[in-house]
């Protein structure tokens, strides 16, 4: 499972000081355990590792799915299967059931947005969501 190894190469190597990768297995989130790493002045990341289906995501979750872009903190949703896999970084309508995800392909490198750039809305009109 890939966030045990993203939290084994964080632990290991230590990338960035101050900061933890926490995985929550089978689903349970110890609220006690990741308010020890706050306790401790570390910024903590937290990886939630769940099935929402076998060859797609079941409909009953889209729901769940797409409230989790509601969360300010949130980075996405990350998931698939071998040679099909999605990022999903924001939907397109909070209001509209039926509105679609917007999301990246983790197989294709992009282009980032410049740093010097994010500043000039205009040009991004369709990335603000995403960059306030």
Do not use: T, W
């Amino acid at each position: 499972m890939i966030s045990i190894v993203l939290r084994n190469i964080c632990d290991k190597l230590n990338p960035v000081p101050g900061f933890k990768i926490y995985v929550c297995l089978d689903g349970s989130i110890f609220l006690d355990e990741i308010e020890e790493f706050i306790k401790q002045g570390l910024s903590v990341f937290v990886l939630i590792p769940v099935r929402l289906g076998l060859d797609n995501i079941q409909p009953e979750y889209l729901k769940q799915v797409k409230d989790l872009f509601e969360i300010y903190e949130g980075v996405g949703v990350a998931g698939g299967k071998d040679h099909l896999a999605l990022y999903l970084v924001g939907q397109e309508d909070s209001h509209n059931p039926k509105g679609g995800m917007f999301y990246l392909d983790p197989h294709f490198i992009q282009k980032a947005v410049p740093r010097s750039e994010v500043s000039k809305p205009e040009k991004y009109q369709a990335l603000i969501p995403f960059l306030s």
